[in-house]
């Protein structure tokens, strides 16, 4: 039976991965940080919280890292754990910087060091390409980060191809693009949107405050991805491969596709709040998959209007469920006003 080790299995990612895994017969471990109230919603929502094993490490602690690897004996590692919002990336810099890229290098060094046969994979991102952009992306690309998350994430796929080139070991870039499922964290922007709305619709709440409406991304679904992740590391010799769906839609029509939905009209709803504009934005975003279609057979199966549906309908569903009185494992009832956290974007 292979084993796999996850980081960040408690977020979205990484809970998808870890059911995927699961079905394949893996045994499935994923690390875990002492939180003061525990973070395993995604695992028990989708039934698999029993099913793996839990390694308490951190990130910033690299001798937790190598620890880990021991404790799993891993023949492939998943490295999905990040400070993984861009917005929070512009408050905390340099946290970001530690845990979104020095962890990247720790973490390769743990395999160096234990076992250079395992298989890794990094969560790299479209984030890398930056601003400024108006064609489709592929792997040759230029990469022009614009954000302190972009950047570390840059470092971290540098580090992922220095490590493969210097020291031989089997270490992949997935450069995903954006993708999205109800197990999205709720200060993303379409789950933000697919949440409000809901809400709006069961009369919950009468506005969504929105920032750049005129982004573009190439939204997938997760589920659809962390299959790519895995075909990766079966693949016969590592690469680097662009996942996305090739299309690429506005803020503005996740809001209009959500609230059609729903039988509403987004424009009665929704306000533009210059406290949600980042200090510099991307404001365009879509991916060219055909080398993954080509190598190693993956493509999207859910395009952005399923997408949307499936987002909206589950919050909706859920939003029910709350006010029939139902417990259940779930993010929403929990999360703070936005307007009430006070950052430097939010104060000016
Ligand atoms: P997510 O839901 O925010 O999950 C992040 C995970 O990282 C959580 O399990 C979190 O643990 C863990 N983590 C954060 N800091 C940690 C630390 N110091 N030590 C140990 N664990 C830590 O992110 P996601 O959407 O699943 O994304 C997975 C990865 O793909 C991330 O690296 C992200 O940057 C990258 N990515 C995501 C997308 C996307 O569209 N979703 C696209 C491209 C790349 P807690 O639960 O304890 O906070
Ligand atoms: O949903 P977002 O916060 O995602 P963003 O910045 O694209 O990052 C996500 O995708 C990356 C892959 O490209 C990942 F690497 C990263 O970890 C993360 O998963 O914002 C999307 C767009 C931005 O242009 C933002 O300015 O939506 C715009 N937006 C407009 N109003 C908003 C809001 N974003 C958020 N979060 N909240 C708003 O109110």
Known sequence: MK???ITGITGQDGAYLAKFLLEKGYEVYGIYRRLSTPNFWRLQYLEIF???NLVPADLTDEFSLLESLKISDADEVYHLAAQSFVGTSFEQPTSTAHVTGVAVTSMLEAIRHYNPHIRFYQASSSEIYGDGHTTILNENSPFKPSSP?????????????IYREGYDIFACNGILFNHESPLRGLE????????????????LEDELLLGNLDAKRDWGYAPDYVEAMHMMLQHKE???FVIATAETHTVREFCEK???????????YVKVDKRFFRPLDVNYLCGDYSKARENLGWQPKTKFEELVKIMVREDLERWERWQNGEKFP???SNYPDETKLITRALRS
């Open 3 to 5: 084993s796999a080790l």
């Open 50 to 52: 029993d099913r793996i």
């Open 149 to 161: 998350y972009a950047a570390a994430k840059l470092y971290g796929y540098w580090m992922t191809r």
């Open 188 to 203: 993303f922007v379409t789950r933000k949107i697919s949440n409000t709305a809901a809400k709006i619709a069961l009369g």
């Open 238 to 240: 590592p690469d680097d």
């Open 258 to 268: 959500s609230f059609e939905e729903l039988g509403l009209d987004w424009q009665d």
């Open 330 to 332: 779930w993010d929403a």
